[in-house]
């Protein structure tokens, strides 16, 4: 009884929750934008790998040069 006699206790109640709602959509956006945040990092840890990577096959390249 008790939960339903707050919902009946008029306007007070109705401003409170549009702000719950407010705060919950603000958390959600601050979630997405931190997991943009990491999936750009990611891809910045990908690109640096694919470098090392080209770096790599270089040096293997001149290697063989020099060994011929």
Known sequence: ???FHQKCTGPIN???QPQQQQQQLQLQQ???QQQQQ???QQQQQQQ???QQQQ???QQQQQQQQQQQ
């Open 30 to 32: 601050q979630q997405q």
């Open 55 to 57: 770096q790599q096959q």
């Open 48 to 50: 640096q790998q694919q």
């Open 38 to 40: 990491q999936q750009q």
């Open 14 to 16: 109705h401003q409170e």
């Open 1 to 3: 009884m008790f939960a």
